[in-house]
Each structure stands twice: as C-alpha cells, then as structure tokens.
C-alpha cells in the first residue's frame, strides 16, 4: 500500500514500543470500545490523550451511554453524570439513566442556621447526618422524587477541535491494530506523515491547528449514510443496536483516503487523511458491538466504492469560509438517538424496568402500586410531552387492552414489591410491557419522556455550549427529614 514505518514503533510519536507497553482501547472504553492493543501506541501518548481530547469526545456521548447502562457490560458502564436543575440544592446525578442524588444536601436552615430539611439518595445518610447534629429522635423521614424539576442541564459540547482529533486518532489506531499483519498498512504509508503529526502536534501541544483541523476533518457526512449502511451490509458480521462502524477507503483518481466512523449507529465523522495517495484503491470496514455479549470484528476487506467516501461539510468545528454551520442538525439527531436508547433500555431490560416500577410505586398510594397502574403512568410520562392528553390517554386504554388480551388475567394487580415471592411472574409483567411500548411507538414515534433535550445552539468554538435534559421519567427516591 506504501512505504510503512517500522512497526514496533508508536503510530504518532515513532517511539519505540515494548514488553512494558500498557494495553489500550483503540476506540475509547467509555464509549464502549472492545479493540485492545499494545502494538500501536506509546504509554505516553496513549496517557495525554486520556487526560486531553478523549475526555472530551465521551462527553458527547455521556448521556446516551448512561442511558444505555444496563445494557452494558461492567466494564462499558459508565459512572454518574452530574447535572444541574433549577431551585434544587448541587448534588443530581444521572445515574443509569435516572436521576437521583450523589451526596445528602441540606435543603432548609432555621433562623440560626441550624439544619431543618436534608435530602440523600438514602435513608442512612440522613441517618449520619442526624447522628452528627444530634437531632432528637424519633426521625421524621419520608420519601419523595430526586427533584422536582423537569429541566435538567448537562455540560455537552457539540462540535469542538478537540472531539475531532480524539475521533481521528481512534480511527487510525483502530485500523493500525487490526491491519499489523500487513506490512504495508495504509496506517503506516509515508501519505499520512501529515496527519500523525497533526495529531501528534495537537495532543501534545493541548492545541489544535485550526487550518489542519480543516483540512483532515470535513465534518458530519449524514447525507452519506445510505452509502454507509451498504457497506456495512457487506461486513459479515452480525449487526446489533448502536454499533459502531469504521469504514475506509483509498481512491486513485482522487489520490485519497477518505475515513469515516459511525459513532454509536448514529453519528458520522468524516476525515480525509491523505491527500497524495499512490498505493491504488482498497476499502476495509470494521465493526464494534457496544451492547454486553456482543464483540468486535476483524477488518474486513469491501469492494471500493466508486465515489469519493466523504465530502466536506459545513458540521465541522473548523470550517474557514466554509460558511455559518446549522447546529441543529446534530443535536436532533443525537436527541432521537437518546430517545431511541430510553426506548431499546426499556425493551431489553426487564431488571430495569422492575426496578422503575418499584421506585415509583413507593411514592404512590396503596391502591395504586399495583403493576399495571405503574406501566401505565410509566408509557403516560413518556409520551405526555408530544401527545394530547385526551388522546395520550384513549390510546393507553386501547392498547392495555389490546395486550392484555395475550396476557395472564392476574399480572397486572401484581405488586412490583412482591418481585421476590413465588407467583410472581414478571416475566409475563415486562412482555406485557413490551407490547404496549412497541404499539405506541407505532402510533406516535419514539417515547420523548425522559429524553427531550434542548441545544442551547451557540457558535461552533464556544466550548461552554450546554444542553439542557427535560427529564421525564420516574426518579430514583431520596428521603427527607426535618
């Protein structure tokens, strides 16, 4: 494919590598990377970009791996997401999806300051605190929502340098390690000596060249999706939710190599590394499952598309003339796909589910812990915010009884706090919530509740642009005294 440097060495930095080199995820382990390699990057570099560019381009994806938790191996999930709300003591976390509460906050104080009211996601962390102030007991503790706003805000950014490189260097070192049986790896060729010292520059210097970003970066390739998907098709390997996909290829006439990675199933960077290619045309795809149980894939060969892989775009963060980006775009596309999460989540994890239902039960009366109440102000809150209430509540109806058709009589007076005793069959209670969910998908598209976000669209550079999570599912439980 090309004159190759020596392969023991690091892609970026030409460091020697050795017994000592520590093992690394190619595509970052936070966003559900499976491809573990020793041959392609130096204990150095691989550290910088931890503490650098990786971080940021998790953030992007934070929320939905979080969402996707317990779908995830131990190893993929991901740890609490600290947010924000309005007139709530600090402290909120996401945390599988739900909100809930990291540390006890003190909510009032008397006139001398005294604590009145603190809240905790449990009640021996108020107990502590009472303990240490030494409040006379009996304790007064009751439960209630983590917060009682619906507007939560998450640090997001959309479109940075920073993001880019991090998703470049994860492409390249991805395919440098599956391709190290090959001598003349594309990775390796003397055409792409610009872009590893551009990335190598940029992760060492913590500044990336705004003129080099846009020349190997050319942005979001949305519109090329239906190429994509063909080529994964030809991937033979089995295609699961929220995969990722790498896909590159190298055209003679353009004397390029064009790369592109499938973030997640849904988002698509597009690089151009290489701009003086002689090594003729070849494409590989690979593929990396992210859900638990499923794995990764060799680099398979594919049949050269005859277009271009890419083509530039203004969804990029260094554009230079390329004129004003409309970052709406991508923030309703990562949006969709968190509501998609909450919805594959829901579907693929009864554990989940039950575990919801429990929560929420407790903060019920009596006569409405019952298991069929549950679903329905469960699927009633996830869709309340794109549907009419007479209408939300006339399908409800129509599809309960649609599925309980094809249900046990007993399942839905069923306690979810009775999960553990013999009789219960929750099997036959999340089935049932299958089918109600996947009907009024039919009806009205994904469920919103939980996972309508809003983009505070700003200029792409801005690195403090935020997004703001309306939360709309039921919440982990924290218990007050006063």
């Not at 550290?47 to 940021?56: E, F, L, N, P, W």
């Not at 990291?102 to 449990?122: E, L």
């Not at 069929?372 to 915010?385: A, D, S």
């Not at 976000?453 to 309306?470: F, G, I, L, N």
């Amino acid at each position: 494919m090309g004159t190759a440097l020596t392969q023991s060495t690091c892609l970026f930095t030409g460091e020697s590598l050795s017994l000592g080199t520590e093992e690394e995820h190619t595509l970052l382990r936070a966003l559900g990377g499976r491809i573990r390699s020793r041959q392609v990057s130096c204990n150095s570099f691989n550290h910088r970009c931890g503490d650098t560019v990786d971080k940021t381009l998790a953030a992007v994806y934070a929320v939905h791996m979080n969402r996707l938790a317990p779908l995830l191996a131990n190893e993929h999930r991901p740890g609490s997401i600290e947010v924000a709300a309005s007139n709530e003591p600090r402290g909120l976390v996401l945390d599988k999806g739900v909100l809930t509460r990291r540390n006890c906050a003190i909510r009032t104080r008397d006139q001398q300051g005294k604590p009145t009211t603190a809240v905790a996601a449990d009640r021996r962390c108020l107990e502590g605190l009472a303990r240490q102030l030494n409040l006379p007991k009996p304790w007064q503790i009751s439960t209630a929502p983590a917060s009682h706003s619906d507007l939560i805000s998450v640090d997001c950014p959309v479109v940075r340098p920073e993001i880019e490189v991090a998703a470049l260097k994860a492409c390249l070192l991805t395919f440098d390690h599956l391709l190290v049986d090959m001598p003349d790896r594309f990775t390796r060729a003397d055409a792409l000596a610009p872009v590893r010292a551009f990335i190598a520059a940029a992760v060492k210097q913590g500044f990336v060249d705004p003129t080099m970003c846009h020349r190997f970066s050319l942005g979001m390739q949305y519109d090329r999706l239906p190429l994509y998907r063909q080529m994964r098709r030809a991937i033979p390997f089995p295609e699961t939710p929220f995969e990722h996909v790498l896909l590159v290829a190298g055209n003679a006439p353009g004397r390029c190599i064009d790369l592109v990675w499938l973030v997640l199933g849904f988002d698509l960077f597009g690089f151009r590394v290489a701009y003086d290619w002689r090594g003729g045309p070849f494409a590989f795809g690979a593929v990396n499952g992210v859900l638990k149980e499923c794995a990764s894939s060799a680099a398979h060969p594919l049949g050269t598309p005859e277009e271009l892989l890419c083509h530039p775009t203004t969804l990029r963060s260094c554009r230079e003339g390329d004129g004003d980006a409309d970052m709406n775009e991508i923030t309703t596309r990562r949006l969709v796909a968190e509501c998609e999460a909450t919805f594959v989540t829901d579907l693929e994890s009864p554990d989940f589910v039950l575990e919801n239902l429990m929560e929420s039960a407790d903060l019920d009366r009596p006569e409405e812990r019952d298991v069929g109440t549950q679903i329905f102000k469960r699927l009633h809150r996830f869709y309340m915010r794109t549907v009419g209430e007479a209408e939300l509540s006339a399908a409800l109806t129509e599809v309960f009884r649609m599925s309980a058709q094809a249900s046990p009589t007993h399942i839905l007076s069923q306690h979810p706090e009775n999960a553990s005793a013999s009789g219960f069959d929750w099997t036959a209670c999340h089935q049932f919530y299958r089918c109600c969910l996947m009907e009024l998908r039919k009806r009205f598209g994904l469920p919103a509740g939980g996972s309508v976000t809003e983009m505070r669209s700003r200029r792409v550079r801005d690195p403090k642009a935020r997004r703001q999570t309306e939360m709309g599912l039921s919440c982990r439980d924290e218990t007050l005294w006063g």
